[in-house]
T-cell receptor
Framework: EPEVTQTPSHQVTQMGQEVILRCVPISNHLYFYWYRQILGQKVEFLVSFYNNEISEKSEIFDDQFSVERPDGSNFTLKIRSTKLEDSAMYFC????????????FGPGTRLTVT | AQKVTQAQTEISVVEKEDVTLDCVYETRDTTYYLFWYKQPPSGELVFLIRRNSFDEQNEISGRYSWNFQKSTSSFNFTITASQVVDSAVYFCALSEVSGNTGGFKTIFGAGTRLFVKA
């Protein structure tokens, strides 16, 4: 069964460093998403992406964040200058088409900022 | 504005009991989608069920069933004959088109942690 993959599974970085989290959505899916989940808290929407541009973003997704689909398979989330509060699990998801469709989530990348 | 409220923070039941997880949502849209996701201790997010705003028919799928009532903006989820493997955090989520950009946004509730004891 096709699945969303994410790398790395765990990333440790120092405050102020740039990180890139990588995701490979399911190949025929058209909508892509990033979410984050601070430990023990709820899942928070960051951004949705369609047709090579941001479709919607939350208040969390400020200028420190960017997304890109550099090729036909990868979907990346970049945090330019990490802060301690960026420590969280980051989930990538994809859907085949509409918002109403089931979102297939990747296993997540745990980001630890020290 | 969108909002999803899961008032139950934690629920503890004994195996084979039925358990209902509550979800109340707020939206101004007439078209929206509601979901339940499960997050087991391993951390992944697993899709369980989906409903769109035009379909209030309640269904049963195996041990899962749901009760969608637009009149009360509720989308409750029931597990029948609970099992230890059902122990997880359950998230209710609402997805709709954003009024600002026309893009899609999904809001999750805070989650309900379910403990099923043997």
């Amino acid at each position: 069964e096709p699945e969303v993959t994410q790398t790395p599974s765990h990333q440790v970085t120092q405050m102020g460093q740039e990180v890139i989290l990588r995701c490979v959505p399911i190949s025929n899916h058209l909508y892509f998403y990033w979410y984050r989940q601070i430990l023990g808290q709820k899942v928070e929407f960051l951004v949705s992406f369609y047709n090579n541009e941001i479709s919607e973003k939350s208040e969390i997704f400020d200028d420190q964040f960017s997304v890109e689909r550099p090729d036909g398979s990868n979907f990346t989330l970049k945090i330019r200058s990490t802060k301690l509060e960026d420590s969280a699990m980051y989930f990538c998801a994809s859907t085949i088409w509409l918002a109403g469709e089931e979102q297939y989530f990747g296993p997540g990348t745990r980001l630890t900022v020290t | 504005a969108q909002k999803v409220t899961q008032a139950q923070t934690e629920i503890s039941v004994v195996e084979k009991e039925d358990v209902t997880l509550d979800c109340v949502y707020e939206t101004r849209d007439t078209t929206y989608y509601l979901f339940w996701y499960k997050q087991p201790p391993s951390g992944e997010l697993v899709f369980l069920i989906r409903r769109n705003s035009f379909d209030e028919q309640n269904e049963i799928s195996g041990r899962y069933s749901w009760n969608f009532q637009k009149s009360t903006s509720s989308f409750n989820f029931t597990i029948t004959a609970s099992q230890v493997v059902d122990s997880a955090v359950y998230f209710c989520a609402l997805s709709e088109v954003s009024g600002n950009t026309g893009g899609f946004k999904t809001i999750f509730g805070a989650g309900t942690r379910l403990f099923v004891k043997a």
